[in-house]
């Protein structure tokens, strides 16, 4: 996968009981790029990314990955949610759910191969997991939950990365790990899209912003489009007011 391959975003609208939730998003945004999605909670941040992976169906617009419709992309994009919203308490270890990213290319009738397996192997010593890949989920701190997660993505061999507030919940040395991973996976020529709430830390986590209220209000390189201005017309507030 090189830099030059991009995630489009075309026209995009998507409504809930024909309310927008988001309406005419445009933008282009190429591989070997970690982007902070930013917005005030009911911007529709979250909408947008599962809009991008196929959870939610668009009203009108598009989304395209390497010139190629969401379905013929489907495993090259991995989405995490919030980890909220996951039952911890499901009955998997670490390596169990690391394999789960795999069956998305393999398809439902066939069988783990040996280069499965090293695949695996490999997602989980790249996210430093190795001596954790028997503990069940719900054991893991946060951070390593997300790791964990990071790891399925890995093994699913995707190369969008789509983190829905992948940073809520977890204390500041959690928070700068994952910041780390994060970019480390952006210089691998993945694309790293978040969700994030903490704007002091964008300069220093994020190459480019997207700024989002129901429709994009700004986007491009962080040291670009993160301004007051487009702050305050996102969030109508300042950056050093602690929001």
């Given at each position: 996968m090189s830099a030059h391959h991009r995630l489009e975003i075309k026209d995009l609208t998507v409504s809930y009981h024909r309310a927008p939730a988001i309406h005419h998003v445009t933008a282009e945004v190429e591989c070997g790029s970690c982007v902070a999605l930013?917005?005030?909670?009911?911007?529709?941040?979250?909408?947008?990314?599962?809009?991008?992976?196929?959870?939610v169906p668009p009203e009108t617009g598009s989304v395209t990955f390497h010139s190629g419709a969401m379905?013929?992309?489907?495993?090259?994009?991995?989405?995490?949610?919030?980890?909220?919203a996951i039952d911890w308490d499901f009955p998997i270890t670490v390596r169990g759910m690391v394999e789960t990213g795999c069956y998305l290319r393999l398809g439902m009738w066939r069988f783990f191969r040996k280069e499965d397996d090293a695949?695996?192997?490999a997602a989980l010593e790249r996210m430093r997991l190795q001596d954790l890949a028997g503990r069940q989920i719900s054991a893991l701190s946060g951070g390593q939950q997300q790791r964990a997660f990071l790891a399925r993505a890995l093994a699913q061999d995707a190369h969008v990365f789509l983190l829905d507030e992948p940073f809520a919940g977890l204390d500041k040395s959690s928070q700068e790990s994952l910041?780390?991973?994060?970019?480390?996976?952006?210089?691998?020529?993945?694309?790293?899209?978040?969700?994030?709430?903490d704007l002091k830390s964008v300069p220093e986590m994020f190459d480019h912003a997207l700024f989002l209220n129901?429709?994009?209000?700004?986007?491009?390189?962080?040291?670009?489009?993160?301004?007051?201005?487009?702050?305050?017309?996102t969030f109508d507030t300042e950056i050093f007011s602690g929001a």
């Open positions: 930013l917005g005030p909670n009911g911007a529709g941040k979250s909408t947008l990314l599962k809009a991008i992976v196929g959870i379905r013929k992309s489907a495993a090259d994009i991995a989405y995490l949610p919030q980890r909220s695949r695996v192997d910041g780390r991973t994060l970019r480390e996976l952006a210089g691998r020529e993945n694309l790293i899209i978040a969700s994030h709430h129901g429709e994009l209000i700004a986007f491009g390189e962080t040291k670009d489009v993160f301004t007051e201005a487009n702050i305050a017309a």
